[in-house]
T-cell receptor, first 113, second 117 residues
């Protein structure tokens, strides 16, 4: 079975400061990892993914994530947070032998002006 | 590219009636679509996987006779909530899988807010 843990329900960060949203995963075989963002009453928007290759993945809106195989982590990062980044962020994983995504419970990011 | 639409975006219905939600892939073909349910402040729960031209595969605990899924074409899947009750009120999100992508990315619709009174 595959699973995702997002240990923080909420992350608060001041505008302009770097932000990190944590994610760890468990899956058989090589993982396919994704980050999505959800604004209120909206569907999920794709931010970035890791499939293979460079451990540092760059995505939309200045976000990036680092795949760490030994720690089974895929933390989302941004060097300088914007108030408009405030939203709900979901990490998801899919095993190489599965087409189903498993989501974490989500982390609410609040960027304080 | 890879845009998924849902209709309606919100719907209010009376208890006992049925509601149909459409999910369309606008600029690509999707042989597989997924239906999720999201409760307030919670993650997405996969309800069922819909493959074009075949019966949907439901997750454990999801009533297939209550949540009817039809995937009649490569660009359209529908979810019908039959005999809706207030506990069916939720945010329903569909996604479509991009087959040409080696990672089998899923692109999500904007969601449908269902309120049953």
């Amino acid at each position: 079975a595959q699973s995702v843990a997002q240990p923080e329900d909420q992350v608060n960060v001041a505008e302009g400061n770097p932000l990190t949203v944590k994610c760890t995963y468990s899956v058989s075989g090589n993982p396919y990892l994704f980050w999505y963002v959800q604004y209120p009453n909206r569907g999920l928007q794709f931010l970035l993914k890791y499939i293979t290759g460079d451990n540092l993945v760059k995505g939309s809106y200045g976000f990036e994530a680092e795949f760490n195989k030994s720690q089974t982590s895929f933390h989302l990062k941004k060097p300088s947070a914007l108030v408009s980044d405030s939203a709900l962020y979901f990490c998801a994983v899919r095993g190489a032998g599965s087409y189903q995504l498993t989501f974490g419970k989500g982390t609410k990011l609040s960027v304080i002006p | 590219g890879a845009v998924v639409s849902q209709h309606p975006s919100w719907v209010i219905c009376k208890s006992g009636t049925s509601v149909k939600i459409e999910c369309r892939s606008l600029d690509f073909q999707a042989t597989t679509m997924f239906w999720y349910r999201q409760f307030p402040k919670q993650s997405l729960m996969l309800m069922a996987t819909s493959n074009e031209g075949s019966k949907a595969t439901y997750e454990q605990g999801v009533e297939k006779d209550k949540f009817l899924i039809n995937h009649a074409s490569l660009t359209l899947s529908t979810l019908t909530v039959t005999s809706a009750h207030p506990e069916d009120s939720s945010f329903y999100i569909c996604s479509a899988r991009v087959n040409r992508s080696i990672s089998y990315e899923q692109y999500f619709g904007p969601g449908t807010r269902l309120t049953v009174t």
